[in-house]
């Protein structure tokens, strides 16, 4: 544990009218659940209208970023085809989105599973308790309400689910 709960718990409620409002403006349905320190955003694909469940483990907020994935809604198991695929994104740039040993992944300094430390996709980035000083062109999100809104935005160049 780097931080107390306590201290992750009051980062998030002094973020919660925030990720509620963000999750509103995108059509989505934000659930904080601020004893567990889960954060559960339901929306649908943008594309192929199914539901998507994106959840942040948020233990050691602010100390160490969340660790987000996208979960299957009905089963709440962590599967590829719960991932949306990796779309083209304007000017060419890459998705956070993509797969990492067959499994879904959310690639970005603000994701604690991208990280060697977690045997994420990186093991060129330094330790997660670094994600707030990113290098210059990575995504940058440095809350709840950015990196939601990151992630979904994202989700709205997929042309549909991985592994389907």
């Excluded at 690639?107 to 977690?118: D, I, M």
């Amino acid at each position: 544990m780097l931080v107390p709960d306590e201290v992750a718990r009051a980062h998030i409620a002094q973020e919660s009218a925030a990720i509620l409002a963000c999750a509103a403006r995108n059509g989505a349905k934000a659930d904080i659940d601020i004893d567990a320190l889960e954060i559960r955003f339901s929306f649908n694909h943008p594309v192929d209208k199914l539901p998507l469940l994106l959840v942040a483990d948020v233990h050691d907020y602010r100390a160490a970023p969340p660790a987000w994935r996208f979960l299957d809604p009905e089963s709440g198991l962590e599967t590829l085809q719960a991932y949306p695929s990796a779309g083209n994104l304007p000017g060419g740039g890459p998705s956070v989105i993509n797969s990492h040993k067959g499994m879904g992944t959310i690639c970005a300094h603000f994701n604690r599973l991208a990280y060697a430390e977690s045997a994420g996709i990186h093991p060129d980035w330094a330790a997660a308790t670094d994600w707030l000083t990113t290098a210059p062109g990575t995504a940058r999100a440095t809350n709840i309400p950015e990196m939601f809104q990151l992630i979904y935005s994202h989700c709205c160049y997929s042309p549909g689910r991985q592994g389907v």
